[in-house]
């Protein structure tokens, strides 16, 4: 089953907006959640990451939001580009176990 | 510093048939990963390794079988292809970092492989 749900599932926005994407998790043992952009015929790359000690952390445009009692957090991108344009995937990742769980992914396309 | 790197990059198979897809990193990662990606489903974890030698089972492992010979390599085989592997897949690498969990995985590029 899938343990970290990603919505929405395509986004488009105007260049200068704000995109914005959503996870849940159900396991509080994740301990560390990356997002990972990733362009067509390219692998994914990490983008930004937090752990839950923090609520929110920001990267130039980008920023994650975390709420621990929700199990949720999500990425910001502000001031949109046409280069931003590309799928993004949030996860969840315990230390316990060495591995990742992947959300379904959003495709986001930025518009002129 | 080529990072991760998967071969083939294309692939075409009958039913029936078997292949290997190879990963090599050049990082000295002792994590490696082969994940799938198919539409709507994000990336699933097919098997990992947490080190040479070793190996362990993801989410969807049945079908598949991999080996560890060697720490900058990982090795995925199809022993009789169905038509339900055909699927993009990604091979990703990381730096064990004891406690805290942040080394980012290292993607390749992705082997792109039909199974007819």
């Known amino acids: 089953q899938q343990q970290v749900k990603q919505s929405p599932q395509s986004l488009i926005v105007q260049k200068g907006g704000i995109s914005i994407i959503n996870c849940a998790y159900e396991n509080t043992a994740f301990d560390y959640f990356p997002w990972y952009q990733q362009f067509p015929g390219k692998g994914p790359a990490l983008l930004i990451a937090i752990r839950p000690d923090v609520s929110e952390k920001k990267e130039g445009r980008f920023t994650i939001s975390f709420n621990k009692s929700a199990k949720q957090f999500s990425l910001h991108i502000m001031d949109s580009q046409p280069g931003d344009s590309a799928t993004y995937f949030c996860?969840?990742?315990?230390?316990?176990?060495?591995?990742?769980?992947f959300g379904a992914g959003t495709q986001v396309v930025v518009t002129p | 510093n080529a990072g991760v790197t998967q071969t083939p990059k294309f692939r075409v198979l009958k039913t029936g048939q078997s292949m290997t897809l190879l990963c090599a990193q050049d990082?000295?990662?002792?994590?490696m990963y082969w994940y799938r990606q198919d539409p709507g489903m994000g990336l699933r974890l097919i098997h990992y390794s947490v080190g040479e030698g070793t190996t362990a089972k993801g989410e969807v492992p049945d079908g598949y079988n991999v080996s560890r010979l060697k720490k900058q390599n990982f090795l995925l085989g199809l022993e009789s292809a169905a038509p339900s592997q055909t699927s993009v897949y990604f091979c990703?690498?990381?730096?064990?970092?004891?406690?805290?969990?942040?080394?980012?995985?290292?993607f390749g590029d992705g082997t792109r492989l039909s199974i007819l």
């Open positions: 996860a969840a990742y315990s230390d316990s176990w060495g591995k990742f769980q």
């Open positions: 990703a690498s990381r730096s064990w970092d004891r406690g805290q969990g942040n080394q980012p995985q290292h």
């Open positions: 990082m000295n990662h002792e994590y």
